[in-house]
């Protein structure tokens, strides 16, 4: 099972904005793509989720290109309370038995400087 | 506040031992996922059921188990305890089963932090 990866750690400064990628290569065809922001001790929180193309909301922007292997998540003009743990969740299906497992991204560790 | 709990925050507990964890969903939402999250492993999906059945399976090993109750509280049973199984487990819930089609969000709980000694 191929994993889904992504920078261990990114810095950034304040007010800057911020790209984080993910890879995942063996997606499930029907499936969204789904990211969450984690503290230190706390369950994931979701942040976006999109299919293909550019989603945005109020807090976050997704990038899907056509042959969904890959997603960006962009934060614009970060402050330090987004200083936390970035992951992307997607769906594997693997073979005719169609034996599925949600999979976390490896995950990336944002630190946000004044 | 998510809407999601768990019980309890914290467990000690001693290798060989079996201890419970409780969840406890949203209103209304009938997905259950169970998840493992240790420094090593990252987050590691173990376990869905959605309205009592299971659903999908990942990594779980075979010393845990999981139900869901007609209530739709999930309980994850760890048996046979061993050192490498101190983590946080979070339960997460959401309305639909799997992550086909839009608001599918899971929402987790806070976790329990298992220590075993």
């Known amino acids: 099972l191929a994993k889904t990866t992504q920078p261990i750690s990114m810095d950034s400064y304040e007010g800057q904005e911020v790209n984080i990628t993910c890879s995942h290569n063996n997606i499930a065809t029907n499936d969204y793509i789904t990211w969450y922001q984690q503290f230190p001790s706390q369950g994931p929180r979701f942040i976006i989720q999109g299919y293909k193309t550019k989603v945005t909301n109020e807090v976050a922007s997704l990038f899907i290109p056509a042959d969904r292997k890959s997603s960006t998540l962009s934060l614009p003009r970060v402050s330090l309370s987004d200083t936390a743990v970035y992951y992307c969740?997607?769906?594997?299906?693997?073979?005719?038995?169609?034996?599925?497992?949600?999979?976390f991204g490896t995950g990336t560790r944002l630190k946000v400087l004044a | 506040d998510s809407g999601v709990t768990q019980t309890p925050k914290h467990l000690i507990t001693a290798t060989g031992q079996r201890v419970t964890l409780r969840c406890s969903p949203r209103s209304g939402d009938l997905s259950v996922y169970w998840y493992q999250q240790s420094l090593d492993q990252g987050l590691q999906f173990l376990i869905q059921?959605?309205?009592?059945?299971?659903?999908a399976k990942g990594n779980i090993l075979e010393r845990f188990s999981a139900q869901q109750f007609p209530d739709l509280h999930s309980e994850l049973n760890l048996s046979s305890l061993e050192l490498g199984d101190s983590a946080l487990y979070f339960c997460a819930s959401s309305v639909v089963v799997g992550l086909a089609g839009p608001h599918n969000e899971q929402f987790f709980g806070p976790g329990t932090r298992l220590t075993v000694l």
């Open positions: 969740l997607v769906g594997e299906s693997k073979g005719t038995s169609g034996t599925y497992k949600y999979i």
């Open positions: 059921y959605y309205n009592g059945e299971e659903r």
